[in-house]
């Protein structure tokens, strides 16, 4: 604990806090000129604002003068002062800058005024020493309350962020609120977007997807929003996102101006649905899967479909799965005989064979327009059931 001054230094010090409190506004005027100067972030805090902080650092170095002790960290009244730097946009290194330039400056006069009044030298190191630590203690809570106004500010700016999305992509905004939230968040209104919605793989959560999509989309300087939405992640994005080796699958609809953006949204959740039950992993628009979304979409089709074109080859076995493989590749490969009878290593009889069996079984001509359409509905359906989970989509 410090010694307090005898009656003899007492008078002194005394004198020294009235003189620097006589000179606070010239100090003040100085400083904030110097600050203003060499911070730029300063230049958007009003000057009034800058005044009353002066005021209360400056009233609170001549406490500590007089009473030779320093605050605890928590009596230090700064969290109003975090806030509003935060809102401002002033990085904390700018705030700490500012604020041991002001003590430096009370530190200085403080020395100039006890040499000028003959102050004893012992009390002038005690109290210079207490400065110090007025310094150390306040920089580390004002780093301290500036940090837990940043993370406030995130947070609310995450809500504020995640309930403009839910409405854009809900369709319950009106026209002025669309318009405002894309100037806040740097959309253009002038601009097509396309609503996706992703789920992530590999083992991290929406959170980590929703961060690593937003740098992924900055880094191609393509415009997006994202938000995590019911442990989906939502938004809207400019083009298609490039995600590289990110394990995510995602759903894209189609472009459309940001009062429409519900609509797109409704089709980015079908595809998304659609890439999922098929195991993909990627980001899917409706060029990418076309009809197949709707074999997800339709399961009682589906199941007639399989009824009618499918479950009548169970019957022959072995044979009927070899049927089943010669039908596919004959739809997958135009209809040319010699390249399913190629790529299955038999003879090019044995391919028409089987699909003359196909013909019997199922009493459908493989010619005809309806049976192509239905038996891909139906092949689809099949590999829906039988696919490995989250395979790569295409490049």
């Known amino acids: 604990m410090r010694a307090q001054p005898g ?7 005394e004198r020294v806090i009235a003189a620097m409190a006589g000179r606070q506004r010239q100090l003040g005027g100085r ?3 110097e600050v203003t100067d060499r911070i730029p972030s300063y230049r958007e805090v009003p000057r009034d604002l800058l005044d009353q902080i002066w005021h209360r650092h400056f009233q609170r170095a001549l406490a500590v003068l007089r009473e030779g002790t320093v605050p605890a960290p928590e009596d230090f009244g700064e969290a109003d002062v975090a806030r509003d730097r935060v809102d401002r946009g002033v990085p904390l290194g700018d705030g700490l800058r500012a604020f041991r330039r002001a003590l430096s400056g009370i530190r200085d006069l403080f020395l100039a005024e006890a040499t000028e009044h003959g102050l004893d030298p012992g009390l002038i190191l005690d109290r210079t020493t207490c400065l110090w630590e007025l310094a150390d203690v306040a920089s580390l809570q004002i780093a301290a309350v500036h940090r837990q106004a940043e993370v406030a500010s995130a947070l609310s700016d995450a809500r504020r962020r995640a309930d403009f999305l839910r409405g854009l992509l809900h369709g319950t905004l009106s026209t002025s609120e669309i318009h405002s939230g894309a100037a806040i968040y740097g959309l253009d209104l002038g601009r097509p977007y396309q609503a996706i919605t992703a789920v992530p793989g590999g083992g991290i959560g929406p959170d980590a997807l929703e961060r690593s999509l937003d740098s992924h989309g900055r880094r ?4 997006a929003l994202f938000t995590v939405l019911d ?11 490039r995600i590289g080796d990110l394990e995510v699958t995602a759903g894209l609809g189609p472009p459309t101006d940001l009062a429409a953006a519900h609509r797109s949204f409704r089709s980015a959740g079908r595809l998304l649905e659609a890439a999922r039950a098929y195991g993909l992993r990627g980001v899917y628009d409706l060029s990418d899967l076309s009809w197949r979304v709707a074999v997800v979409a339709e399961p009682e089709l589906a199941e007639l479909l399989l009824d009618r074109y499918l479950r009548p080859l169970e019957a022959e076995g072995e044979f009927g799965a070899l049927i089943e493989e010669s039908v596919r590749g004959y739809l997958e490969k135009g209809r ?3 390249e399913v009878a190629r790529g299955a290593h038999v003879h090019v009889n044995t391919v028409r064979y089987r699909l003359r069996r196909f013909e019997e079984l199922t009493g459908t001509s493989l010619d005809a327009p309806d049976t192509a359409v239905e038996l891909s509905w139906a092949l ?7 696919l490995p989970r989250s395979r790569p989509g295409p490049p």
């Open 380 to 386: 689809a359906a099949r590999e829906l059931r039988t």
């Open 336 to 338: 040319h005989i010699r």
């Open 231 to 241: 442990e989906t992640v939502a938004g809207v994005v400019e083009a298609k996102p």
């Open 220 to 223: 191609n300087g393509r415009g």
């Open 7 to 13: 009656a003899d230094a007492a008078a002194p010090l």
């Open 31 to 33: 400083l904030h000129a």
